[in-house]
């Protein structure tokens, strides 16, 4: 029995680490926390003194019991648990759970799992940082009060199945705030004035003007104000210029520049980076600190020495300027920068060449320009025409890195040929194009982090779960609109000649942005409207700012509590007694039939569209909108028109053609099959000849492409990338085989993979029962009978499990029967 047992949080993090320990240590994992508040209680003292009440869950006794058993055959206990405030908690959960001798327990943090990290840490022990602990706490136990408290005010006043959150409600609400500005934003047309001009040598460069013009008349003027004008440098100037490297990555920054770079979301991000961590490639990836040790700005140097030269190399140190950044923790960096690259998963590998080619960057040389500013003057006119450029004098850190921008307007200064004042210019052409101001842009994950950073709200581990939430609870979804054509005027004088033309271009493209849903602003709208302080950006990041005060111990936790609390809970007795209900309703008009009133409102299932009032004498009429509208702004006649569908367009084949709108958009149903409408598409605009095109071309996906073993082999296109499917199996093909023309064999290599990884994924299949055990992802099994999931905890050992316990789990795992009610029993009677 090993002397040492150290206990940290994941198993991957266990594995790396025992590497760098000898014999006389043990490493285990606690498989994060081990306790935490009760699912279906508050589980906090709010009479008194707030004390949590935390309790192990089920899928972690067998943990707490392996650990505590180890525990006592050990000499000496070591939490090593991440060096944050969830960290410490987990910690302090271990100590007090396995009830540790505090004599023989020590706690280490490190912020690397490198060899020289974990020695550093065993050689520096320290106790439990209750301050620490103490604004975990206070973190854990507010957001479980206004969670707790505010989700079934929801319930009763919006919708069932709602919650709210201290951070998740305010992110909403940005989001919301940001749509109603662009659903309330005028343009404002203008006429830009660009320009091409050519030296004396016979080299071309562009130019605009500054200034812009309101009408199409003034510009017209403009342009003709040059038709006969000649051209000269009238200005030039050149200065030197230097551009300095970004910091090294926090939390917020790698998830923002991993966004713009590698289109990851945030949640994807930390995922990759907390496997990257766990491997020892990296430092902790939960970090508001930009600082680098000593160690790093040596390994930094000599490496960029080594491979660019000594003049690339210029050590610094950066202060974050974040409210509250634990300055003691480092940025994020590889552990090794003598290490370019890794060969592991390509996303980690992806990720992993961003940290690095940052970090190193930022201990570079500045990158050296020249920048160039000429004015041209024309001979008719007064308006001077500019044109920018610059030129890099020396690389610096540009050899490795530029950080991305957010901006989707930025343009990029490029070169200019040599020119000198007075010299004549020819002019190739001058445009006037008419230009509409634009709305603000929708956030994208990215700037939604970035924003939340600025207004202090949240911290580090905050932003990925928040923004995460928020989608899962359908409040806020990922837009999947590519734009809408607008028409636009240019105007174009050359050689003498003005002409006029009309062009299109796409405007509000929400692809990939963050759009709020119905729900979402009607929440909002609601919590706003009665809980102004919880969603007060203000009162939101003070909140933070008290945090950081628990865990420098300049503020008791307890205390802060009472004071949010006892303002906090009347006012939610008080709304959930006397608000009124929400649901968004839009009274739109009346029903030319027969008269009774249309609106639109939140349903039980949904936004929809309602004729009548349960006033009315008979039954109010109900039509669901399609994915694409919304409550505040569908209009009188696109909602009626919803009522015409399902709409019957005739017959192919002998089978009735119908058109209709689903939960997932428009199709088209025809011999118990759904064909989905092309997006933009009208059902309402479909006819036969339409629905029998597409029915054809689904029907041409779905023919058999082989034969195998007597079965149909079809193939197709979904949501994870091209497959073929053969006895109702969907084999994905990967880009080793070329899509378009798969062979016989490759085909045959398709299925019989698939079938000997389905083989080799049953670990036990009890055919009488109908019941098998199966490995699922990350390293986890699930029980499996019919329709019936139940995912077992990783601390289970799937292969041990008889059919006892697996039919014992499925009895208490499996959703249970609904009784029916004493109101339907009765109805029934």
Known sequence: MAKNLVIVESPAKAKTI???????????????????????????????????????????????KKLKDLAKNADMVWLASDEDREGEAIAWHLAETLKLDKEKTKRIVFHEITKSAIQKAIENPRGIDYALVDAQQ????????????????????????????????????????????IQDFVPEVSFRIDAEFSNESGQIFKAKLPKTFSTKEEAYAFLEANTSATFKVADLEKKPAKK???????????????????????????????????????????????????????????????????????????????????????????????????????????????IWKRSIASQMSEAELERTNVKISASTHKELFTANGEVITFDGF?????????????????????????ENLLNKYITATQRYSRPPYRYTEA???????????????????????????????????????????????????????????????????????????????????????????????????DFDDISEGKLDWSKMMKNFYKDFHPQVEDVQENADRESGERILGKDPKTGKQVSVRLGKFGPMVQIGTVEDDEKPQFASLTPDQQLNTITYDEAMALFELPKTLGEYKGEEV???????????????????????????????EDAIVLIKEKERADAPIYTYKDLPVQKGKGRFGPFIKWNNMFINVNKKYDWDNLSDSDIEELIEDKIQKEKDKVVHNWKEEGIKVEK????????????????????????????????DLIEKNAPKKKTASKKTAAKKK
Do not use: C
Request: aromatic content about 8%; glycine content about 8%.
């Open 138 to 181: 206070a973190r854990r136990v507010l957001d479980r009060i206004v969670g707790y408290e505010l989700s079934p005010v929801l319930w009763r006043k919006v919708k069932g199945g709602l919650s709210a959150g201290r951070v998740q409600s305010v992110s909403v609400r940005l989001i919301v705030e940001r749509e109603r500005e």
């Open 244 to 354: 300095s490297p970004a910091a090294p990555f926090t939390t917020s920054t790698l998830q923002q520049e991993a966004s713009r770079k590698l289109y990851f979301s945030v949640s994807k991000t930390m995922t990759l980076a907390q496997r990257l961590y766990e491997a020892g490639l990296i430092t902790y990836m939960r970090t508001d600190s930009v600082n680098l040790s000593d160690e790093a700005r040596k390994g930094a140097q000599a490496e960029i020495e080594s491979a660019y030269g000594q003049k690339y190399s210029k050590p610094r140190n950066y202060t974050g300027k974040t409210k509250g950044a634990q300055e003691a923790h480092e940025a994020i960096r590889p552990t090794d920068f003598s290490r370019h690259s890794v060969d592991i998963d390509r996303d980690q590998a992806r990720l992993y060449d961003l």
């Open 658 to 688: 119908e058109v209709n709108n689903g939960r997932f958009g428009p199709y088209v149903k025809y011999s118990g099959k759904f064909v989905s409408l092309p997006n933009g598409v009208d059902p309402l605009s479909i006819e036969l």
């Open 398 to 422: 540009l050899k490795v890195y530029l950080e991305g921008t957010d901006d989707e307007d930025v343009e990029q200064e490029g070169m200019l040929p040599a020119m000198k004042v007075n």
């Open 776 to 807: 699922a992802r990350w390293g986890r099994h699930n029980i499996v009978k019919g329709r019936t999931k139940i995912e077992l905890p990783k601390t289970v050992d799937a292969s041990k499990l008889t059919l006892e316990e697996v039919k």
């Open 447 to 545: 700037s939604l982090v970035k924003k939340l950073e600025e207004l202090g709200i949240g911290r580090p581990s905050t932003y990925a779960p928040t923004i995460s939430t928020i989608q899962n609870r359908n409040y806020v979804e990922k837009g999947t609109v590519d734009g809408v054509e607008r028409n636009y005027v240019q105007l174009t004088l050359k050689n003498g000649n003005l002409k006029e033309k009309e062009l299109t271009e796409k405007v509000g493209s929400d692809k990939g942005k963050l759009v709020p849903t119905d729900v979402g602003m009607i929440v909002t709208d609601f919590l706003v409207n009665h809980f102004e302080q919880i969603l007060d950006y203000n009162f939101t990041a003070k909140v933070e700012e």
């Open 18 to 64: 025992e590497k760098f320990l000898g014999k006389d240590f043990k490493v285990e994992s606690s498989f994060g926390h081990i306790a935490d508040l009760p699912s279906k209680e508050l589980g906090v003292n709010v009479e008194s003194d707030f004390k949590p009440k935390y309790q192990v869950s089920k899928d972690k006794k067998a943990v707490v």
